[in-house]
C-alpha cells in the first residue's frame, strides 16, 4: 500500500510529468484564436500560413504571442509550437499536402488576346527585322516637295529634332534657305502598351503618318494661323513596330512667288517628333525605339477590357465576367470588320480574280488554325467551308468566320481540349514569353514532333528571350517586382524639392528602366548586379537635381552617383521617391518593398489604417525616431520588427531618392536588421551592406525565382510538383544567377506541365 502510494505521488508529480507536445502547447495557447488547424477564426480570419522558417516563427512566436500576454510562452514552448505548425499546416510543403494546388482552367489575359489577335491578322502580312540600327531614315530634298529626283542627303537620323534657324540642313547642299523638305521613314516600337499622344512640333508645313501609311493621321500640308504644335493619340501594344512616317517641307504658303520676290526675309524652321508614353511626360522619342526599317501595318483590336484578376499577386486568367464576355464580342466585331475591309490585302487576292473565293477560304482555315493554336479537325473544316454559302456574300461569310473563332473557347480559353502533345507544349512556352499565339517556327517544331525533351523545349525558350518580343514580357515582371506598375505622378513637396516635376519623374521612370534593361538584356544577365550595381542612367536634367556631373542636355549615360552610396534598384531615385511621403521618406513602405518583393515575405494587413506621426507634430523627432515611436507598440511589432530594421538602412535618401547624411538637423542612423531563416541574425550597416547581403541571400534567390515562375505561368508553382520550386531555385543559382536563363528554364518547366506523382 505504502508503494502504491509512493509510486501515485511519484508518476503524478508536476515534476516528472511528460512535457507537452508541440500539437498540445498549440492546442492550448494557440487554436482559440487561430483555429484547430491554423484556418483562422471570427476573431482572426486569416488562416496561419506563411514562409518564414521555424527559427523565425519561434522566435516571433516567444516575442508577441499569445497577443493579450506577449512573452508568456517560454523560447523552448515556442520552438515546439512553431515546429509543429510549420509542419502540420503553415509551410508550402504543408499546405501542398493538406490543400494540393492544380493548374487551373485560364482565359486569355488582356495583353494575350491583344497580342494574340495581333500575330493572327500580321501573320498574313510581310515580316520585317527589326535590325540593329537606331533612329530613322532621312532624306532631304533641295525642293519645297519630296520630289525623289531633287534628294540631296540621304542618312540615318537618330532622333527627329532641329533647329535649322534661317540655314538650310547642310551647308552648299541646298541653294534656296527659303525652301527644302525632308522625309523620315521607318518603324517605331512602344515599349508599353495603352495609349500615346504623338505631339509635332513645327512652324512649318508638316504631315504625319503612324501605322496606316496611306492616311496621314495629321495633315498640316497647308497652315492655319500660327499653329505650331500637333497632336494625335493612338492606342500602340508594346513590342509591336509600327511603320512611321514624318514628312516636312519649309515654303512659303500657297503660290510660289519666290521669282517675283527673291529678297523676302528667310523664316527661321525647325521641326521635333514627340510623343507621351503612358503615365510619363511628353518628351523626344528617343531613338531606341525607332529603327529605319520599314514595317508592315500592325493591327491589335482596341476595345477596352476589364483589368484582369491580381488577387494572387501575378496577372491570371481565372475570372471570367459578363463584362469580359461583352468586351470579347466587341473585339471580335472590331476585329471581323477590319479584316473584311482589309481581306484582299490579308487574302492576297483582288475583287476580280477568278479564284478569290478558294483564297478566301484558305485564309479563313488558317486564321483558325493559328487561333487555334494546332491543325483542324475535318469537321472544323466544313463548319468554315459551311459559311461561305453562294446567298452570304464573301464579306458576311469573312465576318461570320471571324466572330466564330473568335468566340470559341478554343481560342478565349488556354488548353481548351489539350492533347498534352506538342501543340500544347508550344502554346503553353509561347503565351508565357510572349503572351501570345506560337510564332512559325514554334508552330512548325510542334508539327515535326521536335517538342519532346527539355532539351528541345528550352533551345526554343533561349531562341524566343533573344527576340524584341520578349521585352515587354520581361519588363512587366521587373515592374511588379519593383511595384511600379501603378506608380503615379509621384508629387513632392514644391518648397523642399524645386524641379521635382513630371519631365523629372518621367526621366527617372526611363532612367529605371535602362538601368534595369541594360542588366538584363547583356550578355550575362546577372541577377546580382540588380541589387549591387553602383552606377545608374541619368540625363542633365536629372544630374542637375541629383548633383551628378553632366552637361545640361546630356542624354542618358550611365554615371556613378554619391561616391559609393547606391545599390542597385534598391537606391534607384524612382524607387526611393515611389516609396516615400510627399515631403519625407518613410522606411515603413521601403522596408515592406524590401521584405514583400525582395525577400518574399508574407506579411499580416494591418489591423487598421493608421496615419503617420506628422514632422511638425514631433519638430524634434527625425523621421527613425518618429516610426520608432508610432509603432513601438507589441502588436504592431509582430510586423514592424521586420519592416523598420529593413527600411532603416535606406534612411540616407530623402523623399526624392537623393543622398543627405542628416535629417531634422540629426545625424541619420542607417543601421538595419535581419533575422534569416536559419535564426542568424544579420546587422546591416546602410544600402550597400543591404544590397550586398540580399544579392547573396539563398531567400531572396528562391523568392526571385517562384516569382518569375509565377508571372511566366500564371499558374502556382506548388501544382507542378513538390520540388518544383527548389529545383528552379537550384537551376537559377548553379546557372550563374542569370535572369535570362531563370525565365527560360521557369518557362520550360511550366510548358511540360506538372510533374506525374
Request: some cysteine.
Amino acid at each position: 500500500m505504502r508503494l502504491s502510494l509512493f509510486a501515485f505521488v511519484l508518476y503524478s508529480s508536476p515534476l516528472l510529468a511528460a512535457e507537452p507536445t508541440g500539437a498540445e502547447l498549440y492546442a492550448s495557447k494557440c487554436a482559440s484564436c487561430h483555429g484547430g488547424k491554423g484556418e483562422g477564426t471570427k476573431k482572426y480570419k486569416r488562416s496561419l500560413e506563411g514562409d518564414r522558417s521555424v527559427l523565425q516563427l519561434s522566435k516571433y512566436v516567444a516575442e508577441t504571442m499569445p497577443e493579450d500576454d506577449p512573452g508568456s510562452v517560454s523560447q523552448a514552448e515556442a520552438e515546439k509550437i512553431s515546429a509543429y505548425l510549420h509542419d502540420a499546416f503553415y509551410s508550402p510543403v504543408a499546405r501542398d499536402r493538406n490543400r494540393p494546388a492544380r493548374v487551373e482552367l485560364a482565359r486569355l489575359t488582356v495583353p494575350q488576346y491583344r497580342n494574340s489577335i495581333a500575330d493572327i491578322v500580321n501573320q498574313f502580312r510581310w515580316n520585317a527585322n527589326w535590325g540593329d540600327k537606331r533612329g530613322l531614315n532621312g532624306e532631304y530634298f533641295k525642293g519645297r516637295d519630296h520630289n525623289k529626283n531633287e534628294r540631296v542627303i540621304e542618312r540615318l537620323d537618330a532622333e527627329v529634332v532641329f533647329d535649322f534657324g534661317k540655314e538650310t540642313p547642310e551647308t552648299g547642299k541646298f541653294p534656296d534657305p527659303h525652301q527644302f523638305a525632308i522625309s523620315w521613314n521607318g518603324s517605331i516600337l512602344p515599349e508599353e502598351t495603352g495609349s500615346y499622344d504623338f505631339v509635332i512640333r513645327t512652324e512649318q508645313a508638316m504631315q504625319f503618318w503612324i501605322n496606316d501609311l496611306e492616311k496621314p493621321a495629321i495633315d498640316a500640308t497647308v497652315k492655319s494661323g500660327m499653329q505650331s504644335e500637333y497632336v494625335y493619340s493612338v492606342y500602340l501594344v508594346a513590342g509591336r513596330a509600327y511603320p512611321i512616317r514624318l514628312n516636312f517641307s519649309k515654303a512659303k504658303q500657297g503660290v510660289d512667288d519666290s521669282k517675283k520676290n527673291p529678297k523676302r526675309p528667310v523664316l527661321p524652321a525647325s521641326i521635333s517628333l514627340n510623343w507621351k508614353p503612358p503615365r510619363s511626360a511628353v518628351e523626344t522619342i528617343p531613338s531606341r525605339v525607332l529603327s529605319p526599317v520599314n514595317f508592315p501595318e500592325q493591327f491589335a483590336p482596341g476595345t477596352p477590357f476589364p483589368p484582369d484578376d491580381r488577387s494572387l499577386g501575378w496577372e491570371r486568367g481565372t475570372a471570367v465576367s459578363k463584362e469580359w464576355d461583352a468586351a470579347t464580342t466587341d473585339a471580335a466585331l472590331e476585329t471581323a470588320t477590319y479584316i473584311s475591309a482589309k481581306i484582299n490585302d490579308l487574302a492576297k487576292t483582288t475583287d476580280v480574280a477568278p479564284d478569290r473565293l478558294s483564297k478566301l477560304k484558305e485564309f479563313a482555315k488558317t486564321f483558325a488554325e493559328r487561333a487555334f493554336r494546332r491543325p483542324l479537325s475535318d469537321d472544323q473544316k466544313k463548319l468554315i467551308e459551311k459559311q461561305f454559302e453562294p446567298s452570304r456574300g464573301t464579306d458576311v461569310s469573312i465576318k461570320r468566320v471571324v466572330l466564330i473563332v473568335l468566340k470559341s473557347p478554343l481560342f478565349l480559353y488556354r488548353e481548351v481540349g489539350g492533347q498534352g502533345d506538342g501543340f500544347d507544349v508550344a502554346s503553353r512556352l509561347s503565351f508565357g514569353l510572349w503572351d501570345s499565339i506560337p510564332d512559325a517556327e514554334l508552330y512548325g517544331a510542334a508539327t515535326q514532333g521536335k517538342l519532346k525533351t527539355r532539351e528541345q523545349v528550352l533551345a526554343q525558350a533561349t531562341r524566343m528571350l533573344d527576340s524584341p518580343r520578349a521585352k515587354p514580357k520581361v519588363r512587366q515582371f521587373f515592374h511588379h517586382w519593383l511595384n511600379v506598375e501603378q506608380a503615379g505622378e509621384l508629387g513632392k513637396d514644391t518648397k523642399r524639392f524645386a524641379g521635382f516635376d513630371p519631365q523629372v519623374v518621367s526621366d527617372l521612370r526611363t532612367s529605371l528602366d535602362l538601368f534595369v534593361g541594360d542588366i538584363v538584356w547583356r550578355k550575362s544577365a546577372e541577377f546580382k548586379r540588380l541589387l549591387t550595381a553602383d552606377a545608374i542612367p541619368l540625363n542633365g536634367r536629372l544630374a542637375k537635381l541629383y548633383g551628378a556631373d553632366l552637361p545640361a542636355d546630356a542624354k542618358f549615360t550611365t554615371v556613378k552617383l554619391d561616391a559609393g552610396q547606391r545599390s542597385g534598384v534598391l537606391t534607384h531615385p524612382y524607387i526611393l521617391a515611389n516609396f516615400a511621403y510627399t515631403a519625407e521618406s518613410s522606411p515603413i513602405h521601403r522596408g515592406v518593398f524590401l521584405t514583400r518583393g525582395v525577400l518574399g515575405l508574407s506579411l499580416r494587413p494591418p489591423p487598421e489604417a493608421v496615419a503617420p506621426l506628422l514632422a511638425d507634430l514631433h519638430p524634434s523627432l527625425n523621421t527613425r525616431e518618429r516610426v520608432s515611436l508610432q509603432t513601438k507598440a507589441q502588436n504592431c511589432m509582430t510586423c514592424h520588427g521586420i519592416i523598420n530594421p529593413l527600411g532603416f538602412t535606406l534612411e540616407k535618401f530623402d523623399a526624392i531618392g537623393r543622398y543627405r547624411t542628416q535629417d531634422n538637423t540629426k545625424a541619420v542612423d542607417d543601421t538595419g536588421s535581419y533575422l534569416a531563416r536559419d535564426g542568424q541574425a544579420i546587422t546591416l550597416k546602410g544600402p550597400v551592406e543591404l544590397g550586398k547581403y540580399l544579392a547573396n541571400s539563398p531567400e531572396v534567390h528562391a523568392a526571385f525565382a517562384v516569382q518569375v515562375f509565377h508571372h511566366v505561368a500564371q499558374q502556382p508553382i506548388r501544382a507542378y510538383g513538390p520540388t518544383a520550386h527548389t529545383d528552379l531555385t537550384k537551376k537559377f543559382t548553379d546557372g550563374g544567377f542569370d535572369v535570362r536563363k531563370l525565365f527560360a528554364e521557369a518557362a520550360v518547366t511550366m510548358s511540360l506541365g506538372p510533374v506525374k506523382k
